[in-house]
């Protein structure tokens, strides 16, 4: 599925964002784009899990991997709308 805006350009808009940031900016944004029905439901299931993800985080706790890359995926939107948070 092709993305709304391709990864290459977005290095060159942000060029913040890491080669994590952009995998799983793209993995995310291609699974809510593959269900349209459900976007708003999954979307809310990866920013539970980037809250729960945070919170591990800021617990030196491991993340499974659909919390790190919900993590990474909020990182990359505010970096892209200039509110990194780290």
Do not use: I, W
Request: hydrophobic share 40%.
């Amino acid at each position: 599925m092709k993305l709304p805006v391709e990864p290459e350009r977005l290095r060159r808009l942000f060029p913040s964002l890491t080669d994590e940031d952009l995998e799983a900016y793209s993995e995310v944004t291609r699974a809510l784009l593959a269900e349209p029905g459900a976007r708003g439901r999954r979307l809310a299931e990866v920013m539970a899990a980037a809250e729960r993800g945070r919170d591990k985080e800021a617990a030196a706790l491991p993340q499974d991997d659909d919390e790190r890359r919900a993590v990474l995926y909020v990182r990359a939107l505010g970096k892209m709308q200039g509110r990194a948070r780290q």
